[in-house]
């Protein structure tokens, strides 16, 4: 009992220790606070574009919904080929892959023409390696920042030791994801940078909500970038790494050797010979709206310096939620709602309210741990009367990819409320979103922007794209339609043996927190 005493001791000693380096670590890295660039009236491509879209509108902001993931991965490498002032981008994931990669080199091209680039990665997140991180560091137009990372970088061990010891501070993440190009436009939503969220996974494809915007939406997704960016948790990369060659040169070889391979033609096909977002969102696309917030969480709860537990965004959103009078619709990948959820959601129901969820199947989410959190609540929501349906990993009826594979998974956040409240961002309704990780999104009151947002709705929750979940007995089943008659399903459909076996092991275990 003495020796078990005095581990504990050394393991709150290690701990505190470590914290405390950590802290001190934060406070010597050397940045300079910087800010979002003033715009001006037509000096970039981007400014024409957004002053001729907002010229006498009386809204404040102009949203387009990118439903499409090629065109989500268009908007993006056009709005870099068409900067000339600066780039602030903020990503939970950007992956190193195709479509990461040819996305990147308009960014670096961006730069070589002097715009101004910011980059803001959450290190855990990121699959970059810290070659390439320096290597992108090394432009002069370019400043890159990791957000809480780890200060042992180079060598495995270290960093394993550092990463256990702070494991309450380096599991909270920066799940946010927003790309601002001059000031003038802003893509936020939930796709990250990689092959996955553009139709070119080999293993599963997205389906994901962005929202293109422009006007004063902007102007506030800006200033949030500046919050995180200032932040004593975003750490730049030359504080982390140590010197070495500059290898921008190669890294710019690597990339522009991307261009002349096949799997890229259907990517590049796309944006040929084009340099304006026009080209992508037509100017009659945008829905123009006067109520609108853009919110976030304060970068200080990944720091731990907010109450445990506590979600400013989920705050915000709860009484929208809650005062819903006749219908709701809401799409989350991960969905653990726990008593609390399961209650509010529980309160809609009895006052009349149509509750529907939409979120992955075991087959088709990429996190078999979560959908065991999720399962715990099933029953009981079933019994509430709430419609649940999980999105099939292989539809019945056409294609998910360009290229890759045609497996799909859900990864779309957001709500539809009474034909005029929506939201699209970055939230999971999960313990993760709500206690550990920061999160953003758009939260808007517009009938048009959320009748399409239904539609989407209604045609992702037919029985060719998901199964309707049933109540049958006390006990759960899945509807499926087999030459036009209903058949109910007894098992997890489509997925495999040791899958369901791995998700039933994880639902016993006291880890739905960390979910």
Partial sequence: MIWFGISIIALVTLWALAASRYA???????????????????????????????????????????????????ARLLAARSAG????????????????????????????????VRILLDDIGVSMSDKIFYSIDCHPNIELRLFNPTKARENILRRGIEMALRFRSVNRRMHNKAWVADGRIAIVGGRNIGDPYFDAGED????????????????????????????????PVRSLLSRRPNKLTKLRHNMDRLIFEQRAQPYLDRVRDQTSLKDV????????????????????????????????????????I???????????????????????LTKLRDK?????????SLAATDVAAVHAGYSRYRPALLKAGIALYELKSIADMGSF?????????????AFARDGKYGFIGSLNLDPRSVSLNTE???LFDSPQLVERMDAIFAEETKTDLSYPVRLEKGSVRWLKVVDGEDKLLQTEPDAEIARRVTAWLIKWLPLESQL
């Fill in 204 to 235: 599963a494809n997205f389906r994901d909500f962005d929202l293109l915007m422009v006007g004063q939406a902007v102007a506030k997704t800006e200033r949030l970038f500046d919050d995180y960016w200032n932040s004593s948790v975003a750490v």
């Fill in 85 to 116: 002032r600066s780039l602030d981008l903020m990503y939970y994931m950007w992956n190193a892959d195709l479509t990461g990669m040819l996305i990147m080199r308009e960014v670096v091209a961006a730069a070589d023409r002097g715009v101004r």
């Fill in 322 to 344: 809650t005062g819903t009078t006749e219908f709701i619709h809401i799409t989350s990948p991960y969905f653990i709602p726990g008593e609390r959820g399961v209650k509010a």
């Fill in 440 to 442: 953003m999104g758009i």
């Fill in 352 to 360: 009349g309210v149509e509750v529907s969820v939409l979120t992955n």
């Fill in 24 to 74: 001190g670590f934060l406070k010597r890295a050397r940045k300079v606070a910087s800010q979002v660039l003033e715009t001006a009236a037509a000096n970039t491509e981007l400014d024409r574009y957004g002053a001729r879209l907002c010229h006498e509108r009386k809204a404040a902001s102009g949203l387009a919904l990118v439903a499409s993931n090629q065109e989500a991965f268009a």
């Fill in 281 to 320: 969102i037509a100017e009659d696309g945008y829905i123009w709206v006067d109520k609108l917030d853009v919110l976030a969480d304060p970068p200080e709860k990944a720091g731990g310096k907010i109450r445990s537990g506590q979600n400013i965004l989920m705050e915000t959103l709860l009484p929208v």
């Fill in 401 to 413: 990819s360009l290229r890759g594979s045609k497996q799909a998974s859900l990864h779309t956040k």
